[in-house]
């Protein structure tokens, strides 16, 4: 016999339409200003912020709310060298032939390289797990999208709380399970430094596609 799923009162503030159209600015102007991060300062950050950002991403929608990911927060200096070692290894064979020619050319504009100083430089890294299952076997579903998402808002919550991030995707990141002894049901998604930028901090002079090519209106 099924039961009634069990349920509670939605939390939800209805706004006045002055309100939304307030809240909407101010949430794109901030993630208009979001820009990955490649040098960043040693200066320590407050890590309860971050970990009350982890918090944020971790109310992240999920299939069939599974919440399949695992976030851990890297600060031990010991640590984060063992972590560029590994990603610079990786990365040397990636730019140095693994990597298709298109794709190197495609990433010519951003001026990146094998080399990975900001793994150490970063007060902080977070390296996000996705769980293939759940530590008993069980399924989990829509894995890659829930994880996006959550890491999305995580990404969103470190810049609205002032800090910057770099999305890094050192190919391949196997080693980052075995350096943070992350179980066998878990594989690296994508791992993002934290911290301050450095002073004079210049990034890559990109531009964002026009709404009308992104958005479609019907
Ligand atoms: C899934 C994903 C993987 C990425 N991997 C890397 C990476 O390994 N190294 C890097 O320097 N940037 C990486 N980036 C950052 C992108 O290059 C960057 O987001 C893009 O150029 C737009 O710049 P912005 O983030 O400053 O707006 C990655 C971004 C995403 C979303």
């Not at 977070?126 to 808002?153: N, P």
Request: proline share 9%.
């Amino acid at each position: 016999m099924s039961s009634e799923p069990s349920t509670v009162p939605l939390s939800f503030e209805r706004l006045e339409e002055p309100e939304m159209r307030a809240r909407a600015d101010a949430f794109f102007e901030n993630v208009r200003r979001r820009r990955s991060v490649r040098h960043f300062s040693s200066e320590p950050i407050p890590l309860d912020v971050v970990e009350r950002c982890i918090e944020a991403a971790a109310q992240a929608p999920s299939g069939a709310n599974k919440q399949p990911w695992t976030f851990v927060l890297v600060t031990d200096p010991d640590t984060k060298r063992r972590i560029r070692e590994a990603a610079e290894e990786e990365e040397r064979g990636f730019y140095g032939g693994r990597a298709p020619q298109a794709w190197l050319d495609d990433l010519a504009h951003l001026g990146t390289d094998a080399h990975k100083p900001f793994l150490e430089e970063a007060p902080a890294l977070v390296v996000v797990f996705l769980q293939r299952t759940d530590d008993a076997g069980g399924r989990h579903y829509y894995v890659h999208e829930s994880v996006g998402l959550a890491t999305g808002f995580l990404i969103a919550a470190l810049a609205h709380a002032g800090l910057a991030t770099l999305t890094h995707t050192p190919s391949p990141m196997g080693f980052l399970s075995e350096i943070l002894g992350r179980p066998e049901n878990e594989r690296p998604f994508l791992l993002l430094p934290v911290g301050y930028p450095i002073t004079d901090c210049r990034v890559p002079d990109i531009r964002r596609k026009p709404t009308n090519e992104v958005l479609i209106r019907r």
